[in-house]
């Protein structure tokens, strides 16, 4: 969501803290290669909230505490809620850009940041401003994104002739309650002449999905452009699902979590929630032709001329 905003600040004038989860730091190092990165935590913990509060969330806040220094920073900007607590403490100005408004943490966000962001739900929150985009057309906006063809020649692949999956850890506050491996669970389904790019946390299971899926290695250099010239995206995370939908490929959520966020394009027809054993049926309509889904381009300009420009609004909003 930072990234072209980050880019528009001299390297000197910027300190990027990122938590330590699957492969983020090599993409935000590759991605940001100029910047000073501060990784937070290395931390394990047994699946359960009670050890994930003790052995991640905990631990996380302390070290913010001890790194940010109120004589160095001017202003804090975030989409968690833990820098910004630690923000409110230290007495700098901080802001939340989020779409995720969990019940047991966004009071403390509430609390913590001087202005709250979210974009334009259908239920409405008191004391939170609204901006009319999902956060992650930040970087997908035609206005930042051009999609390059080029990018499928490194895995052998023809446009349209693919589909594209994210397949995400359960290890994380976010999916603590998810079974492990929601597409593994159905990977059999799929017909085994059909090319899949596989973008897999847990690397650990690799070797449990068929031999003839690619597993893409991180940092992928374009992977917003192997998503875009898909002829499907699948995903037991909400947020890749939502980008596929954002760049005009008809994406399905696997996930049990019921995001506000993606509403707003289930309500676009662009993204279908569904269980594991229902998605390969709909792979294969979405496929053949049975159902129908705007032009890719036309769809995506038609987000331009509704959506705010959601960099812009970041950077008006750092001045």
């Not at 990122?18 to 090599?26: M, S, W, Y």
């Not at 913010?64 to 989409?79: D, G, H, M, N, P």
């Not at 947020?239 to 309500?267: C, F």
């Not at 594991?276 to 001329?305: D, N, W």
Request: charged share 25%; glycine share 4%.
């Amino acid at each position: 969501m930072f990234r072209n905003t980050i880019r528009s600040f001299d390297p000197s004038e910027i300190d990027i803290y990122c938590v330590n989860r699957g492969k983020l730091l090599p993409v935000i190092q590759y991605e940001l290669p100029e910047y000073n990165i501060i990784c937070i935590g290395d931390y394990k913990h047994n699946k359960g909230m009670f050890s994930m509060v003790f052995k991640i969330v905990l631990p996380r806040i302390l070290r913010l505490f001890r790194l940010v220094k109120t004589s160095k920073y001017r202003f804090v900007i975030t989409a968690h809620y833990q820098a910004n607590f630690v923000a409110k403490l230290k007495g700098i100005p901080n802001v939340a850009f989020i779409d995720d408004p969990r019940r047991f943490v966004f009071p403390l966000l509430k609390f913590s940041a001087d202005d709250v962001f979210l974009p334009p739900f259908e239920k409405k929150f008191d004391g939170v401003k609204y901006f009319n985009a999902l956060k992650e057309w930040s970087y997908l906006s035609p206005q930042y994104l051009k999609p390059d063809i080029s990018a499928l020649s490194e895995y052998n692949l023809e446009p349209k002739r693919y589909i594209f999956i994210r397949e995400v850890s359960t290890e994380t506050s976010n999916y603590l309650s998810q079974d492990s491996g929601a597409i593994l669970s159905i990977a059999e389904q799929f017909p085994s002449s059909l090319k899949v790019i596989l973008s897999l946390e847990n690397k650990e299971l690799a070797s449990q999905f068929p031999e003839s899926w690619t597993i893409l290695k991180e940092p992928v250099k374009d992977i917003h452009s192997l998503m875009y010239f898909s002829q499907v995206v699948i995903s037991s995370g909400d947020s890749v699902a939502r980008e596929g939908a954002m760049l005009g490929v008809p994406s399905i959520y696997a996930g049990i979590r019921d995001m506000p966020a993606n509403v707003i394009m289930i309500k676009k027809e662009m993204l279908f929630k569904l269980e594991p054993k229902e998605i390969a049926e709909m792979v294969g309509k979405m496929r053949s032709g049975e159902m129908v889904f705007p032009e890719q381009e036309e769809f995506r300009q038609a987000l331009v001329e509704e959506w705010d420009d959601v960099t812009k609004l970041l950077l008006n909003k750092l001045k």
